[in-house]
């Protein structure tokens, strides 16, 4: 490693698969703390012009329920468009830090100096505030409007509220299902001759994947249509999994094909006597509520 000489390009030359996995998190430099708080103010402005404005004509109602009927549908109006200007204000953050400085997958030095880790901290801080405000709705399907809005390829029919997601270079196929504590990672700290590095590898997941509850997708992962990551286990960096097949264990290997997986729940239930080891037929249909 002594001899590597670490730029973005140099991630090619390390073996990522004897890399460890490492926490993702990134620093708010005071610059990301002020686009952050600015973020946050504009936002609110219109909304507040609002409230103020209609408030005052909602109070001068001559009977009382219309006051409270107007009050919510000032709330409504409020929330809603707080909402709409916080996605448009990100989205147009967003394409002004990309004008400035082109966000690209590699390995880069945890130094503000360094403009791509510096930049990349400050597309996070700006699609955090995003994602934070959208995952409070009360519809599920607007984070992925948000993920949409944030160059982030998702489908409207996915489940991904139960899992946690990277925010950059992560490809979600159609019809996905993330389980609960799932986390996806497109990018994680490594240690490098006693220094600390930012690595960035696209993640893509294909159509009708399941990531089993509590599992970890790391950086430069590529899972295919149909395939189904087990319970607790984890992708090395880099790896590729087959479509349409079953992985468990630390790190992923092939446990079985989906399709086999599926005719084995078709078969008839069977039960094992304790004494024999004989298996024997189960009429679990005894258990069926006939209405």
């Not at 004509?57 to 468009?81: C, E, K, Q, T, V």
């Not at 994602?131 to 984070?143: G, K, L």
């Not at 270079?169 to 001759?193: C, K, L, P, T, Y």
Request: charged share 20%.
């Amino acid at each position: 490693m002594t001899e590597l000489k670490i730029n973005s390009e140099s991630v090619n030359e390390l073996d990522l698969t004897q890399i460890p996995i490492t926490t993702n998190a990134y620093t708010m430099s005071f610059s990301a703390i002020l686009l952050y708080l600015l973020l946050h103010a504009l936002s609110l402005i219109m909304p507040t012009v609002m409230v103020l404005t209609f408030f005052s004509f909602a109070m001068d109602s001559n009977l009382f329920h219309w006051r409270i009927l107007l009050f919510f549908i000032d709330f409504l109006a409020w929330w809603g468009a707080y909402l709409l200007i916080s996605l448009l204000l990100g989205k147009l953050m967003l394409i002004i830090l990309k004008l400035i400085h082109k966000a690209k997958e590699g390995l880069f030095r945890i130094d503000k100096n360094d403009k791509d880790y510096s930049f990349f901290c400050l597309r996070v801080s700006v699609k955090k505030f995003i994602f934070w405000i959208w995952n409070n709705f009360c519809f599920p399907w607007v984070s992925n409007l948000a993920f949409k809005m944030c160059d982030m390829k998702a489908d409207f029919k996915s489940t991904m509220f139960d899992g946690w997601s990277d925010v950059e270079f992560i490809e979600f196929g159609n019809n996905i299902m993330i389980g609960q504590g799932a986390q996806v990672f497109s990018s994680i700290i490594v240690r490098i001759d006693g220094d600390d590095y930012l690595l960035i590898k696209k993640v893509v997941i294909g159509d009708h994947v399941v990531l089993g509850g509590n599992s970890i997708v790391s950086p430069g992962t590529i899972v295919g249509k149909g395939a189904t990551l087990g319970v607790w286990c984890i992708t090395h960096i880099n790896q590729v999994l087959e479509p349409d097949f079953i992985y468990i264990g630390r790190p992923a290997r092939k446990y079985q094909p989906t399709q086999k997986a599926i005719e084995e729940t078709k078969r008839e239930p069977t039960r094992r006597i304790v004494d024999t080891g004989e298996k024997i037929p189960f009429d679990a249909s005894q258990f069926i509520r006939e209405e």
